[in-house]
């Protein structure tokens, strides 16, 4: 059976609104303004789970522990997402068939490059410069100046913008695949580390430099605290941890259906994180985790959860490897990805002892 061909997608009908964030980098401060909800935002970051701001966490799940005082090293992971963004919209190719699901964003590569430093003994800095790579449905992607002949043999024909460039303004650039994404702040602490447990709060921050009209980026600075906890045995940790994220709102209409039909939603979340890692040997440990969001409000918003299974190597104690692969277990989000895969590493000058894993 073939795969059906959709009609191009367009995305609005008015121009977006832009809007502005200003995140101070401690977060004791969110503003966040702009205008109505631009109802051709693209403004929408598919990667729901970042990398552990340093290399004590799991792969996408932080421990409370922090690096030591003067403790510098950096971090690099290469990350891959099958169908990270899906829709249901209205197919006028098919009879009978309003609705219809297919994949805006097939695939997207992630590139993370990070760095942390450790203030003190129980405060850590550390920083993240993300990039993606976006794999489009043609048929949704359409054209930015696809031509249209003339009804008449003497008329001249006329230039329009058919998918997801519909409702912008005039454009002979295509839509990117590939571009910086939103990069992240982090100030971490270490509220409590003791023999059997450990308390943590990660404050952390992004910046809408991210690509927002491509599916890399979102249209304003998040807030993201979180607190940190954990179970500490000989072999054993049990990390957990339960924050928020704090943005502005944005929406995606379909533009076949009238009066317009609200499709896709973000705003305000609830986040959670779960790992259990064994150490196995001192050069190899393994892990399984989860992490999700629980929305706070709106009307086509919906919950994620992403679950991943890990192989940790250290090879030296000041090196760390990661192999980590899952996928999303809520099918009927329209972000969740069917699928993960991350390679990664880290790398300290200076680490704890026994090394990172």
């Not at 009066?259 to 890692?277: A, K, M, S, V, Y």
Request: net charge positive.
């Amino acid at each position: 059976m073939h795969a059906r061909r959709l009609r191009p997608l367009r995305t609005s009908r008015r121009p977006r609104l832009a809007g502005l964030g200003l995140w101070l980098p401690l977060g004791l401060v969110v503003l966040l303004w702009g205008g109505s909800a631009a109802r051709a935002d693209r403004s929408f970051d598919l990667m729901l789970s970042a990398p552990a701001v340093d290399p004590y966490g799991l792969t996408v799940v932080d421990r409370a522990q922090t690096p030591q005082r003067f403790e510098f090293g950096f971090s690099a992971q290469l990350g891959w997402s099958y169908s990270p963004l899906r829709l249901n919209l209205t197919d006028n190719n098919m009879t009978g068939a309003p609705d219809a699901q297919f994949r805006v964003v097939e695939q997207q590569y992630n590139i993370d490059l990070g760095v942390f430093l450790g203030l003190t003994d129980w405060l850590s800095l550390a920083a993240s410069l993300p990039l993606g790579v976006n794999f489009y449905d043609d048929n949704a992607l359409g054209t930015a100046n696809q031509a249209v002949l003339p009804t008449k043999p003497t008329g001249m024909g006329t230039i329009i913008e058919t998918g997801l460039y519909a409702g912008q303004p005039r454009q002979n650039i295509e839509i990117a695949k590939a571009g910086p994404r939103d990069p992240r702040l982090s100030l971490k602490a270490r509220l409590y580390g003791g023999r059997w447990f450990e308390l943590g709060l990660l404050v952390e921050g992004t910046l809408p430099i991210g690509n927002s009209t491509s599916f890399l980026g979102e249209k304003s600075a998040t807030f993201r605290p979180r607190l940190l906890m954990g179970i500490l045995l000989k072999r054993v940790v049990l990390a957990l941890s339960a924050g928020v994220i704090i943005r502005e709102s944005n929406e995606l209409y379909d533009p076949y259906r009238v009066p317009d039909l609200l499709r896709f939603q973000i705003g305000h979340e609830l986040t959670w994180g779960g790992g259990l890692t064994v150490k196995a040997h001192h050069v190899i440990g393994f892990g399984v985790e989860a992490a999700g969001t629980v929305p706070l409000g709106g009307d086509m918003v919906s919950a994620t959860a992403l679950v991943l299974g890990s192989i940790y190597l250290q090879p030296t104690p000041k090196l760390k490897l990661i192999l980590s692969g899952g996928g999303g277990v809520l099918s009927g989000s329209p972000r969740n990805a069917d699928g993960r895969a991350i390679l990664g590493f880290a790398y300290s000058l200076s680490p704890r002892s026994g090394g990172l894993l």
